[in-house]
């Protein structure tokens, strides 16, 4: 009788246990998947954000291009207007030479 006891006794401890460690499982489980389901959330957040940083990148290299674009077009504006600067001056100088000249020619023809 007492090995029935000490059986039974024994059967019901390791029941207890058994089911004790069959709930931390459960829990264990429950916690794996939701790290898991976490991991995936955060592998899609860094491929979604992965995909903005490379449209980011392709728009910034689009602007730095048209940046220099326009700062070519300055240049030849640049040039062009310091080559009209010349010409101005030039055809200026040539105005006031033969305004002088006119000038003279015309007071020489009056005293005449």
Known sequence: MKIFIIL????LY????HAGLSEQLQQLQL?????????ISAKKEA???E????FAEREL???KKR?????????A??????EANKKLERATSQWKEASDILEREWLESGRK
């Not at 916690?31 to 991991?39: D, P």
């Not at 995909?51 to 490379?54: E, F, G, I, L, R």
């Not at 940046?67 to 240049?75: H, I, K, S, W």
């Open 51 to 54: 995909k903005d940083v490379a």
């Open 14 to 17: 390791i029941s207890t246990t």
């Open 8 to 11: 039974f006794l024994s059967g």
């Open 61 to 63: 290299q689009a602007a």
């Open 77 to 82: 504006a640049r040039q062009k207007s310091a």
């Open 47 to 49: 491929e979604y954000l």
């Open 67 to 75: 940046l220099a674009d326009v700062e070519q077009d300055a240049e």
């Open 31 to 39: 916690r794996a998947n939701a790290a898991y389901e976490q991991m």
